[in-house]
């Protein structure tokens, strides 16, 4: 919107009271935006009521008498006479424009002429002020909004830092996990089982069972394991003779890890270890086609 047209030019065009180059202007400006048109015509239509403001006010017999004195008395009028008309007989011009009946609103004491031009003024001041309400009020808009997208930024930082902060702990619990872990490999009387891809599919993957001296505690560690599908786990066997027994089933994380906690009882004697993808849930006993890893004890 361009403030100083609508401002200062549209109450003067609707007045009549600008130059051409002005009013050119003001024409120019409403013909490349409607929405300006649109003020500019309900402008318009308001100035049309202006000479409606005040009641006519008839002037005094003695005043028609004093102007047809000097009438009569001007010389061009002596020496050219004119035809006499009837009173009150006016040319004909058609319907009458809004300033022609601005003007003879006029005819009036001059106490109803500065009423006329206070209410002009007056309007003219109330339309600024619309102007500059409309401002202010585009000017909130624009403020809420932004504040709508800052407290939308700020809930999405505040989400993303809680995903960290959850993400931090669980890497801290892991890393602690590891540090248990190579602890407990480094422990006297420690005693570790390697376990390896069996079917070639899978060469990068790799596990361990550990178990701690004494027989506490045994750990499982893989590493580079493929995440299955949702309706299949991976299951860990104890292998004694030819007697598998399950020591539970779990899944891995994005990087195909898991450490998992073994039952030391059951992890104290075997033959072998090994993993298998079993249905969800697990299994009795592996699948003999889909075990991937395998690791014997030495004899």
Known sequence: MNKRIEEELFPFYALGALTDEEKAEVEAYI???????????????????????????????????????????????????????????????????????????????????????????????AFSLNQQISDLQ????????????????????????NDLRVRNDLLQQELQAQEDILASYQAPGTSTLAISDITGENPEARATLTVAPEGNSATFVAANLPRLNADQVYQLWIIRGDQPLSAGIFEVDENGRVILNVDPALAATFDAVGVSIEPAGGSETPTPDQIILLGAASS
């Open 31 to 125: 013909a490349a935006d409607l929405d300006a048109k649109a003020r500019l015509d309900a402008l318009q239509e308001v100035t049309a009521l202006l000479p409606n403001a005040v009641d006519p006010v008839m002037p005094l017999p003695q005043v028609k008498a004093d102007l047809m004195a000097r009438v009569q008395a001007s010389p061009r009028v002596a020496s050219a006479p004119v035809a006499a008309k009837p009173v009150g007989q006016r040319p004909s011009t058609g319907q009458l424009s809004w300033w022609d009946k601005f003007r003879q609103s006029f005819a009036m004491p001059a106490l109803a002429g500065t009423a006329v031009l206070a209410a002009v003024l007056l309007f003219i001041w």
């Open 138 to 161: 585009a000017q909130v808009a624009d403020l809420t909004n932004d504040t709508n997208l800052l407290a939308t930024e700020l809930e999405t930082l505040q989400t993303d830092n």
